[in-house]
């Protein structure tokens, strides 16, 4: 068969990342594609890509780590300490949300108006920015995504032992 020969391109160079941490908005309508890094330094760095041309978009700077990115339409949501900045396609912080959380989030998922936000072991609910529950887990929480089972919002965790919890409020609704 034919051989393809590969080189490595540096296109930019950001600081360490957690997984969790890249978004892509969607390509807009003058075929401009924004990629969405986060670093463990606090800067989100946005990269455009038209043509072929590599730019930077914006930068945008917190105090803590960047632990997660979590993109809705043409809107980022990015987990910071015990935080949730939303940052719009232009760079401009449009929503906040700090949770009473004491771990760091490492793990969001959105739908509006739904947000599940969890650390380590905890996993929070917020429903319109108000806390509904808390949801501590057996075991490190790895990812966690939501859907609707039987007419409500149900959180999906993936845990550390290879097992998948549907969660219900503070408990669980199925293994």
């Not at 034919?2 to 075929?31: E, F, H, W």
């Not at 594609?33 to 038209?50: F, M, P, S, W, Y």
């Not at 914006?58 to 949730?84: C, H, L, P, W, Y």
């Amino acid at each position: 068969g034919k051989r393809m020969n590969l080189s490595r391109i540096d296109l930019s160079k950001v600081g360490a990342t957690q997984s969790n941490c890249l978004g892509l908005y969607p390509v807009s309508k003058k075929s401009l594609q924004r990629i969405l890094v986060g670093d463990e330094t606090g800067k989100v760095t946005c990269l455009a890509i038209r043509k072929g041309n590599l730019s930077t978009a914006f930068k945008f700077r917190e105090k803590k780590a960047i632990t997660g990115i979590q993109m809705f339409n043409d809107r980022a949501f990015v987990g910071t300490g015990n935080s949730v900045k939303g940052i719009n396609k232009k760079g401009k912080e449009f929503y906040s949300l700090t949770s009473s959380c004491t771990e760091q989030i490492q793990q969001i998922s959105l739908k509006v108006p739904h947000l599940f936000m969890a650390g380590k072991y905890l996993m929070y609910e917020y429903n319109d920015n108000e806390e509904k529950s808390v949801y501590s887990c057996q075991d490190r929480i790895q990812a966690i995504s939501q859907t609707e089972i039987d007419g409500g919002v149900k959180a999906i965790v993936g845990c550390k032992d290879r097992m998948l919890r549907i969660v219900e409020g503070e408990r669980d609704y199925c293994e």
